[in-house]
């Protein structure tokens, strides 16, 4: 059977991440739902999130996500970025009807895991600072000593990677060296990556980190949610091969060079939207 005589169409997910950061989620929500094609926003125009500030976030991600919605027609959203989520997840929630899946820190897993009680927050500067993380860590983590740092740094350098570009280990090294320097950072066991950027760097960054540090991040659990929400949908028919896209706020040589990475998650087409 071809697409084209499917009785209903098939789930589509809008994965939306201010940069390449996103993928890490879609890689998950790939392996569980393999047959759903996925529409993977960044919004290169305003990257990076990280360091902007919260009512021009608020006001920016709401335009880029309608704007989506309009022109790529979704089921289900996942806001694959923690910077985003932990500021603009309310507002998104009062205006748009769809299931709306957010990426926060995963204080509450890590609090869980952590047999010494010394966990370890690595995230955008805003993530670092937003209440909303601050109250996970009240309900989540009282018990425990969390050390954060916010690097925006490590966010460029996984956008490099991607691009296939070489990229700085020794700046990897002296961050994970700056966590490390911090009072008890020598009992940490478990490290929360709160930016989606960050899993895409997990090799690097457990080469320059203790062995008995555990990286862990919210990608597994926002597949298994997006999979729990679409249970009731129907199923692709058999043979159906899903036709993912990216789609990129601003047309840029970077963009561009993202092609080979994409293909590495079966996508490949490129959009613009130019805003
Ligand atoms: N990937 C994003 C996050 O999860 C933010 C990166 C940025 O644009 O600063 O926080």
Do not use: W
């Given at each position: 059977?071809?697409n084209?005589?499917?009785s209903?169409?098939?789930?589509?997910?809008?994965?939306?991440?201010s940069g390449?950061?996103?993928?890490s989620?879609?890689?998950?929500i790939q392996?569980r739902?393999?047959?759903?094609?996925?529409?993977?926003?960044?919004?290169?125009?305003?990257?990076?999130?990280?360091?902007k500030?919260?009512?021009?976030?608020?006001?920016?991600?709401d335009?880029?996500?309608?704007?989506?919605?309009?022109r790529?027609?979704?089921?289900i959203l996942?806001?694959?970025?923690?910077?985003a989520?932990?500021?603009?997840?309310?507002?998104?929630r009062?205006?748009?009807?769809?299931?709306?899946?957010?990426?926060?820190?995963?204080?509450?897993?890590?609090?869980?895991m952590s047999?010494?009680?010394?966990?370890g927050?690595?995230?955008?500067?805003a993530?670092?600072?937003?209440?909303?993380?601050h109250?996970?860590?009240?309900?989540?983590?009282t018990?425990?000593?969390?050390?954060?740092l916010?690097?925006?740094?490590?966010?460029?350098?996984?956008?490099?990677?991607?691009?296939?570009?070489?990229?700085?280990?020794?700046?990897i090294?002296?961050?994970?060296?700056?966590?490390?320097?911090?009072?008890?950072?020598?009992?940490?066991?478990?490290?929360?990556?709160?930016?989606?950027?960050?899993p895409l760097?997990?090799?690097?960054l457990?080469e320059h980190?203790?062995?008995q540090?555990?990286?862990?991040?919210?990608?597994?659990?926002?597949?298994?949610?997006?999979?729990?929400?679409?249970?009731?949908?129907?199923?692709?028919?058999?043979g159906?091969?899903?036709?993912?896209?990216?789609?990129?706020t601003?047309?840029?040589?970077?963009?561009?060079q993202?092609?080979?990475?994409?293909?590495?998650f079966g996508?490949?087409?490129?959009?613009?939207?130019?805003?």
């Open positions: 059977m071809t084209s005589t499917l209903s169409p098939p789930t589509r997910i809008l994965v939306f991440d390449v950061g996103g993928l989620v879609a890689r998950e392996q739902l393999p047959q759903n094609p996925l529409v993977y926003a960044s919004d290169n125009a305003f990257f990076p999130y990280g360091t500030g919260e009512a021009e976030l608020i006001e920016r991600v335009q880029v996500i309608s704007e989506l919605l309009e790529y027609p979704s089921d996942v806001v694959a970025c923690n910077t989520s932990t500021l603009t997840l309310p507002h998104l009062s205006k748009l009807s769809l299931p709306i899946v957010g990426v926060v820190p995963a204080i509450k897993p890590a609090a869980l047999t010494t009680g010394v966990i927050l690595l995230a955008t500067p993530t670092v600072a937003r209440p909303y993380t109250e996970l860590i009240r309900e989540y983590a018990n425990s000593t969390v050390i954060s916010g690097s925006s740094e490590l966010v460029q350098i996984a956008e490099q990677k991607l691009r296939g570009e070489e990229i700085d280990l020794d700046a090294g002296r961050i994970a060296q700056q966590l490390m320097q911090a009072d008890q950072a020598e009992k940490m066991d478990v490290l929360v990556l709160a930016c989606t950027h960050f760097l997990k090799d690097e457990a980190l203790p062995e540090i555990k990286l862990i991040d919210s990608g597994a659990a926002i597949a298994r949610r997006v999979e729990f929400l679409l249970a009731d949908c129907a199923e692709p028919a058999e159906y091969t899903p036709e993912h896209i990216a789609v990129f601003k047309a840029t040589t970077a963009a561009e993202l092609a080979p990475a994409l293909t590495g996508i490949y087409q490129q959009a613009y939207l130019n805003i």
